[in-house]
């Protein structure tokens, strides 16, 4: 078996001595699709930061291919191949497309005070790379971010780390805000990603979203691992019991029954 | 970030069927550029005033007053709104106009040093203000809008200070010379301020950095989201100290020529341009939230604050009410900037979902 893309061995992480997180052990394998389950406050967003090099782990280790890694800046993440979307896109909504795709790494052309940000070139390739998504309806790059729907931010941000040479992706509930059918652009985005052998970290609270693309699935439950396992292990029901504490179902369950019998 | 160009990326078949782009009417492309707003506001001042004003408000006189106010108010307003754009204020610049006028009288005239080493001491007051001003803005996150009001009074204070304490007095002469007075401080036809020229030349320079460089490319990008712009490794902290050093040195440049132009320097000079800089900037289309705004815009805004508040002059009305029209100028600029970027934003299909207004 290869060397997994990356993989936490034993990660904690505590603000002023509580635990947020603890004790998470995963890796994802590159072209793999691993999902992130859990309950709003469950430990998602911390382990996330950690990944992005927005925080360091107070306990165990990173490892990237194999190599152990500290992170102490996002700079030091993406150096290390790791992009994250967030929910919304994390782009600019009044800035152009081609503008919003290379900041940080505009295009130049020209010589010495001459040179200068090259736009056509990065409105070409922005609106090329977009095509290259699905995304038939931005076929100019100067229109602005602002202006193109959420499916098509997710799919702007993905596009911009998968050409950036990304090897992992990490998503932060992309399908979240989404509509149905934008959702499921996103999923196939996903797959595309996945086939080009980059890593996914898909982290979402729609279990059938995760159960569409996962390879591997990791539920989270206050700061711990709950439970991880591959593709097929579970069924949907026992994620979503899981997810939500299968007490707090059944109670639910127990109460609806109640109100219909009133009712 | 290594870049690996990816190719032969097969298209999929889009799923969501996007709807056919509406064909976008002239007017509505133009709709969304930032300076439109701020030209319907300068057509409209100069209709009026040409109305109410007549011979007097377009003679050569006329033009030659509202266009020296406009000169020296752009040198200052574009690298200020360059810095709003970026999502920061700067409202030192006044203190700094003063600071760097004193500093070049007392070094050239009071100490009789050549009048090069004046302007650059004055240019070097500005860029240390600045300098500073990013420096503790970057570093302590606390906001611009009260880390330079404190330099504005602070820097106005140690101007008053070390000027009794040197000259015993608050107002210094200096005689330029020729040249010096040509470069900076002479009237064109006896009539148009040079510097007029100072600021096409600061316009070009600005218009440059924001619209042709990767620089400019960063200061949308920190204006429209800090975190996101740091997250792709921009140094929003670097950025950040030249435009603020770049907003001081155009004050300095004020100060310099308006030593230049009346042959000395007081401390109580340049506190309009605090506020008149930001007004021309959002008459001009740059938004007060940072992410917008060009160059022609506040070139714009700037021309009609010029015109509303000398063109009054020209006028029968008196010139109290020249403040209640900028007053009402910069209601509506704001209101309609907001109207301007709705539009720019939605000329997608569907309604965007944007996180915060």
């Known amino acids: ?263 | 970030m290594a870049i690996a160009a990816t190719t032969g990326v097969k298209a999929t078949k889009p799923v969501a069927a996007p709807p056919a782009p509406r064909n976008q009417t002239s007017f509505g492309r133009l709709s969304r550029r930032p300076e439109t707003g701020a030209l319907a506001g300068t057509v409209l001042v100069f209709v009026i005033f040409t109305i109410l004003g007549g011979s007097n408000f377009i003679s050569i006189g006329g033009v030659a007053s509202w266009l020296n106010v406009a000169a020296e108010l752009a040198i200052i307003a574009l690298p200020v709104g360059l810095l709003m754009i970026a999502g920061e204020l700067d409202l030192s610049v006044g203190s700094v106009v003063a600071a760097s006028s004193m500093t070049m009288a007392i070094v050239s005239g009071t100490y009789g040093a050549p009048m090069i080493v004046g302007i650059i001491a004055a240019l070097a007051v500005g860029a240390a203000a600045g300098f500073i001003n990013g420096l503790i803005v970057s570093r302590t996150n606390v906001p611009s809008f009260v880390v330079t009001l404190g330099m504005n009074f602070g820097l106005a204070g140690i101007t008053l200070g070390l000027s009794r304490l040197i000259t015993g007095t608050t107002n210094v002469p200096l005689d330029p010379g020729p040249f010096f007075k040509g470069l900076f401080g002479s009237l064109i036809g006896g009539q148009f301020e040079v510097a007029i020229f100072w600021a096409l030349g600061v316009a070009l320079v600005i218009a440059w950095l924001l619209q042709m460089t990767p620089f400019g490319n960063w200061v949308f990008a920190i204006g429209g989201d800090k975190e996101s712009a740091r997250a792709t490794g921009i140094p929003v902290t670097r950025v950040k100290i030249s435009l603020f050093m770049m907003s001081a040195l155009g004050a300095a440049l004020v100060g310099i020529i308006q030593t230049c132009l009346y042959n000395g320097a007081q401390t109580s000079t340049g506190q309009s341009f605090v506020f008149n800089s930001i007004i021309a900037a959002v008459i001009g289309g740059v938004l007060l939230t940072g992410g917008y705004g060009s160059v022609p815009g506040v070139i714009l805004g700037t021309l009609t604050f010029a015109i509303v508040s000398q063109g009054i002059y020209t006028t029968s009305l008196s010139s109290d009410w020249a403040s209640f029209i900028l007053g009402a100028l910069l209601l509506a600029a704001v209101l309609m900037n907001n109207t301007f970027r709705k539009l720019a934003l939605s000329s997608g299909v569907r309604a965007p979902k944007i996180k915060k207004a």
């Open chain 1, 1 to 263: 078996m290869t060397e997994p893309l990356l993989k936490l061995d034993h990660v904690g992480k505590s603000y002023a001595g509580t635990d947020a997180l603890a004790d998470i052990s995963l890796q994802v394998e590159a072209g793999k699709v691993l999902c992130l389950l859990g309950d709003n406050g469950a430990g998602k967003s911390t382990l996330i930061k950690i990944l992005s090099g927005y925080h360091t782990p107070t306990t165990g280790t990173v490892e990237i291919e194999g190599k152990p890694v500290v992170f102490n800046s996002p700079r030091d993440a993406s150096a290390n191949g790791i992009a994250t979307v967030h929910q919304y896109g994390g782009t600019f909504p009044l800035m152009t497309v081609g503008r919003s795709f290379f900041v940080g790494v505009e295009p130049t052309k020209g010589w010495g005070p001459f040179k200068r940000f090259d736009k056509a070139t990065a409105n070409e390739i922005s609106v090329r790379e977009l095509k290259g998504l699905g995304i038939t309806r931005i076929n100019d790059g100067n229109r602005l971010v602002g202006g193109m729907s959420g499916g098509e931010r997710q799919s702007l941000a993905i596009a911009r780390a998968v050409y950036f040479g990304a090897k992992l992706l990490i998503l932060d509930e992309p399908t979240a805000a989404l509509g149905v059918k934008e959702a499921s652009h996103v999923l196939r985005i996903i797959m595309q990603a996945r086939r080009k052998g980059i890593a996914v970290v898909f982290v979402t609270h729609n279990v059938l979203h995760a159960m569409t693309v996962g390879d591997n699935f990791a539920v989270l439950i206050h700061g711990r691992l709950a439970d991880s396992f591959a593709k097929g292990e579970r069924t949907r029901e026992q994620i979503t019991d899981l997810m939500a504490g299968g007490e707090a179902m059944a109670e639910l369950e127990a109460e609806i029954a109640q109100y219909e019998l009133e009712a």
